[in-house]
């Protein structure tokens, strides 16, 4: 953590709501302590709170990186870290790998420098993804993007080093004034886009908490990006989020705290990507899981690669339960 640190027309909240309820349905046979005092699972729907169109990005050549440096934070832990089951030996296992497989990994055809960690924040959760013309990468507050020739086996670096907010620019509130890091890239295969997000803690450690999200108007990352800004919550810190790519919807999983370090269950949300891709008011549902089992975190959920599931197939969320 950081500084801490194509629905096919079917309605959202009705169903998608189905869908994620089918997936979380067999955590309700899950052992509860303190989730048995809190009210039921129920979905939470909010729309953006503002959306636009931005500037194209490579007219904004000239913004600098930031100054900041040598900042280090203790990420905070799960519940589950402090198990006394899960740090016991396991029991022998032959199958067990106990050093690396020398297996015939095939050489990459050329590399590159990317972005340092300029800003000296620590950890610096390292982030990026490529598509055919272009890599993206965003490094802790910094984001930078490479026009790729895959001819010659060649990078050339188009944009930044520019603080990620800087994608922001323009748009108000949290999102513009807030480079609070934690950041997402990810190439969307199905539709040639490029998706990104960070999250924004204008208050830290008080609420309220954001979750600012910016899909590339084209397949080129410099170009135009529809922007969007959703409240998560006034009361639960959207700490470590991860995005996966699904044909019906963006999903996000995070940790919550509340009071900045008190521990408050692991979160699903899922928002409406084919609004995203045309720059439309685009809706989020959210699940707060602590009401199921309040020890789940660290939970992720399925990215996409390669060609999309058939039609319907539900997405998964993934955790190991060392409980």
Known sequence: MKHLHDYSGRQLDLGVCLLILGIFAWLWGA??????????????????????????????????????????????????????????????????????????????????????????????????????????????LSLAIWQLDRVNHTASLVFGPVPGNSLWSGFGGACETSNDGDPIVLYDHLANRWFISQFALPNFPNGPYYQCIAVSQSSDPTGAWYRYGYLFSNTKMNDYPKF???????????????????????????????????????????????????????????????????????????EVDDY
Do not use: C
């Open 31 to 140: 052992h509860v302590t303190r989730a048995q005092t809190l009210p039921p699972l129920q979905p939470v729907l909010r729309e953006a709170y503002q959306y636009d169109l931005s500037p194209a990005l490579r007219a904004n050549r000239s913004a600098s990186p930031l100054l900041l440096r040598g900042e280090s934070f203790t990420p905070l832990p799960l519940p589950k870290a402090t198990n006394p089951l899960s740090m016991a030996q396991p029991e022998a296992d032959p199958a067990l790998q106990t050093s690396p497989a020398q297996a015939n990994m095939p050489a990459a055809d050329f590399d590159f420098e990317g972005i340092s960690n300029i800003n000296g924040v620590l950890p610096p959760d390292t982030n990026g993804d490529v598509g055919p013309n272009h890599y993206v990468q965003w490094v802790n």
């Open 244 to 318: 996966g790519v699904w044909p019906d919807g963006y999903y996000m999983s995070v940790n919550q705290f509340t009071g900045s370090s008190a521990w408050g269950g692991a979160g699903a949300v899922v928002f409406e990507r084919d609004k995203m891709l045309t720059g439309q008011a685009a809706r989020m549902v959210y699940f707060d899981l602590e009401s199921v089992d309040d020890r789940f975190g660290g939970m992720r959920q399925a990215d996409l690669d390669g060609p999309p599931p058939a039609s319907g197939t539900a997405k998964y969320f993934v």
